[in-house]
RNA sequence: GCGGAGAUGCCAGAGAGGCUAAUCGGGCCAGACUGUAAAUCUGGUGCGCCGUGAGGCGCUUCGGGGGUUCAAAUCCCUCUCUCCGCA
C-alpha cells in the first residue's frame, strides 16, 4: 500500500516547518490540507510557510471567493500524491482542517455531490422550523441533536436527499502514518498570540472587501478603515485564531490513529523522525 | 468645591420590591461535524448536597456598612470610588 505520511494538529504548532524538515530527510513534498491556504495569496491572513527548495502543493490553487471544497480538496491531493509517489518520493500531507483530512483517507461518498446553489438559495429563505419540516423525517432523526438546529446541515441533508445522484470515485486507501503536533493550551496560546502579532503587517495589506471568512480578515480590514485599534484588531484576531484552534483540537481528539508529540519538550523533532524512520524505511 | 450620572457575575450590559443565582451578547469550558469545515451548529458557565431522571434542598452573590419589609440587586441613610458638566 502506499505510503502517506500526514502531519496535522491545531494551528501555530509549526506543522509546515516540520513537515519541511521531513520532506529534506526522506525525499518527500508536502501537500497541504488547509481550507484557508488554497487561496492565492493572503500569506499573512493565512499563515503560509514557504520553503526554498521543497514544493509545496495546494496553496494558491483559487482565487479568493471561487468555489473551493473538501471535494475539490480530494481530488487535487489525490491526483497531486499519486504524482508525487511516482516520482519515487514522499508524499507528505500537512495541515489543519480535520475534515479534509479524513475525506482523504477515508471513503466519504456524498461529498461528491455537487451542490445545487438554486436549491440553497431558496431553502436559504426558509426557517429552522421549515427547514426542519421540509427534511425527510428519517434523515432527520438520524442526525444528532446539535445538526438538527443547524441550517446548514439541514440545507445539505435536504439536497442530497432530493438531488443525490452521483458516481462515487473509487476510493484509494493509503499506509498513512499521522503525526499530530500540540502544546498545552497556555503555550498554544501563547504561540497564536506571537504569531498574529509578526504576521499583522503583511496581513494589513492582504485585507480587502469580499474576501472568504478567513480568520483575522475581518478585524484587519476593520483596523485598516479605522474602525479599530491595532492593539484591539490584534487582540480579536488571536481570540478568533485561538479558538479555531480548540475547534480543531476538538476534531482531532477523535482521531485515534494520531501519533501525538508537544512542541515545548526538547527533543519532539528527533522523536518524530525516529517515529518516520522506522515507519517509512 | 458645587451640580448631575453611576458602581451588577471574567467583560460588557439589562433588571428597579417576590416570577432573579440574576435577560441578551462577548469570553471561557465541553461537544457536534460526511461539498461553504476558514464555515456552521449544540450544551454548559457562583459553591455544596440529594435524586438514575425531571427536579429538589442549603449557602454565598449585584461597591462597603447600616436600615425599612414577611421578602431587597431593586426602597431609605451613610461611606468609598468613578464619570460628565460648572468652577
Known amino acids: 500500500m502506499n505510503k502517506l505520511l500526514i502531519v496535522c494538529g491545531p494551528t501555530a504548532t509549526g506543522k509546515t516547518s516540520l513537515a519541511i524538515e521531513l520532506a529534506k530527510k526522506f525525499r518527500g513534498e508536502l501537500v497541504s490540507a488547509d481550507s484557508r491556504q488554497v487561496y492565492k495569496g493572503l500569506d499573512g491572513l493565512t499563515g503560509k510557510g514557504r520553503s526554498q527548495d521543497i ?5 494558491d490553487v483559487v482565487a479568493p471567493g471561487d468555489e473551493f471544497s473538501v471535494a475539490h480538496f480530494v481530488r487535487l491531493a489525490r491526483a497531486r500524491i499519486g504524482y508525487i509517489e511516482k516520482q519515487g518520493r514522499l508524499p507528505i500531507v500537512v495541515g489543519g482542517t480535520g475534515f479534509y483530512l479524513r475525506a482523504l483517507t477515508e471513503t466519504i461518498d456524498t461529498i461528491f455531490i455537487p451542490p445545487d446553489w438554486e436549491l440553497r438559495t431558496m431553502l436559504a429563505t426558509l426557517s429552522l422550523e421549515e427547514l426542519q419540516k421540509r427534511l425527510n423525517k428519517k434523515r432527520f432523526e ?7 438546529k443547524n441550517p446548514r446541515r439541514l440545507i445539505r441533508a435536504i439536497e442530497i436527499e432530493e438531488k443525490g445522484i452521483f458516481a462515487p470515485p473509487p476510493s484509494q486507501t493509503f499506509d498513512a502514518l499521522w503525526i499530530g503536533l500540540i502544546a498545552a493550551p497556555s503555550a498554544l496560546k501563547r504561540r497564536i498570540q506571537m504569531r498574529i502579532r509578526a504576521r499583522f503587517a503583511l496581513a494589513v495589506h492582504e485585507a480587502r472587501d469580499n474576501l472568504p471568512p478567513i480568520l483575522g480578515a475581518k478585524q484587519v480590514l476593520a483596523f485598516k478603515r479605522g474602525k479599530l485599534t491595532r492593539e ?3 487582540a480579536r484576531w488571536q481570540t478568533e485564531e ?3 484552534a480548540k475547534r480543531q483540537l476538538t476534531w482531532f481528539r477523535k482521531e485515534k490513529d494520531i501519533h501525538w508529540f508537544d512542541v515545548t519538550e526538547p527533543d ?6 525516529d517515529t518516520v524512520r522506522s515507519w517509512y524505511t
Do not use: G, H, T
Not at 55 to 59: R, T
Not at 142 to 148: G, L
Open 268 to 273: 519532539f523533532r528527533r522523536r518524530i523522525i
Open 232 to 234: 484591539d484588531a490584534i
Open 142 to 148: 438520524k442526525m444528532n441533536e446539535s445538526d438538527q
Open 242 to 244: 485561538y479558538q479555531y
Open 55 to 59: 514544493p509545496i502543493w495546494l496553496y
